[in-house]
């Protein structure tokens, strides 16, 4: 091989690896920076006045305003699974065992994840485009040169909604879905009401509740800081704008799948080293 | 007594403000290359160059919304680009910024817009506030009814002079303009021009605008510095800029397509 030709390699892979060490930099910059505006926030807990009014606007915004999509999406959720168990546990004879499996399956893992999922669509893309609106418009920097504590005003507040309000949302999610699958049982299965109650009471406890709460605040502080972090440090117009939403539901329902998988897991191990 | 009146303390004036040797780089671009100017207290002070030249980083520098990678930035001797986030708000109290936009929070009419500042550093009462906003308000030519507006019902020149109410709101030290002018029709060119000199004259504060309009920066400024390639390479007097024999300064001023910059 000629000089010239080894060159050319070499100067090949060295851009490839200044391309790769490029974006493993970005990345953890990326990292970086969302624990540093997390930690920021939380913070900002301690700095007199706390923004009550924002906070309550937020959890209004994120709560009372996805109660009905969410009870909507609970009780649909509710009647296929229990439409779909009753098919199959009929297969064996065991229709008895569907208002526990599909409320069992409600509280520790529909509710919690579906429900997140619709809050990230909802509540979690509206954050982001909005804190990047105000981004690309410089409102945040104007907050910041009135020295208003951006973060105090607008992330914490946001962040609070989703940590307290996931959860309550699951648990309207958990009631609704029940009753979903009960009617279901009850007029399509033709289950007997007194069967299905001690089927539910046989095989859910309020550990399991308690299960998927623990998930869903997981879920909500995922949601509220994903967006937050992606509307806060947005950039570039209005595309800018476009792509920081995109992005925070991408990411965010990621991770909330992902961080179930590893959430169960140490729930189901924990239980049994119990 | 003035349009303006001063605050009761007869200190409260004007406070210098100078960059030394600044150097600010963004991913591997050089954007300013150890630039220095000193901004007179209680003086007007216009940064001219050209669009995307670093003017907008040059005053986010001054008011501490971007740190240097080297040099210095004092503001009435303290270097803003050194403090920890809570002492930089104490400086920035001092500070009035009318943003190219006006930057107005969206979620908020405009008389929320202007007493923000005033609710967030001030102990007046309800009635003071509303006092001083729509004092505020009319000295900007806004009356009493479009306080009740969101700026997304205001034109452009209205939106800035809310956003000039809103910036000399705490009675600021400094106040500092990005692109004042543009956008504007020539009439509120000339309507943001007379504020502009008469806030300086009766608060006494230093005033840091950066501009491309030639004719709105010869009429406000008493120092006039131009920015070209992350340095200033001329600075003086409006009469002094206008003699310089700089091919760069020439070419700017006389708008000359061809000459030492070349876009195309």
Known sequence: MSTSAVEQRGSAVLSLLDTLGGFLLDRIEDIGRYFRLVGHAFRSVLFRPLRVKEIMQQMEFVGVQSTGIIALTGIFTGMVFALQTGHAFRQFGA???????????????????????????????????????????????????????????????????????????????????????????????????????????????????????????????????????????????????????????????????????????????????? | MGRFPRTDDPNHTGIPVELRGLRKSFRGKKVLDGLSLLCEAGRTTVILGRSGGGKSVTLKHIVGLLRPDAGEVLVGGRDVARLPEDELDEVRQDFGMLFQDAALLDSLNVFDNVALPLRLHTKKSKEEIREIVIRNLRLVGLSEDASLKTPSELSGGMRKRVGLARAIALRPRVILYDEPTSGLDPIMTDVINALMMDVQAETGATQIAISHDLAAAFKVAHKIAMLHEGKIIEEGTPEEVQKSQDPVVRQFLEGRRHGPVQVV
């Open chain 1, 95 to 274: 229709e008895s065992l569907v208002g526990g499996t599909s409320v069992l399956a409600l509280v520790r893992e529909l509710g919690p994840v579906l429900a997140a999922l619709m809050v990230t669509g909802r509540a979690g893309s509206a954050m982001a485009s909005e804190l990047a609106t105000m981004r690309v418009t410089e409102q945040i920097d104007a907050l910041h040169v009135m020295a208003a504590r951006p973060i105090q005003l607008l992330i914490l507040p946001r962040i609070l909604a989703g940590l307290v309000m996931v959860p309550a949302l699951t648990v309207v999610f958990d009631f609704v879905g029940a009753l979903g699958s009960y009617f279901v049982s009850l007029s399509v299965l033709q289950i007997a009401p007194g069967s299905w109650w001690k089927n539910v009471i046989e095989f859910v406890g309020m550990d399991d509740v308690n299960k998927g709460l623990v998930k869903a605040l997981v879920f909500g502080f995922i949601l509220s800081s994903v967006g937050c972090y992606k509307g806060f440090f947005a950039s570039g117009g209005a595309r800018g704008v476009g792509r920081a939403t995109t992005e925070s539901v991408v990411y965010s329902s990621v991770l909330i799948l992902v961080s179930d998988y590893f959430l169960t897991s140490y729930q189901i191990n924990f239980a049994a080293l119990e």
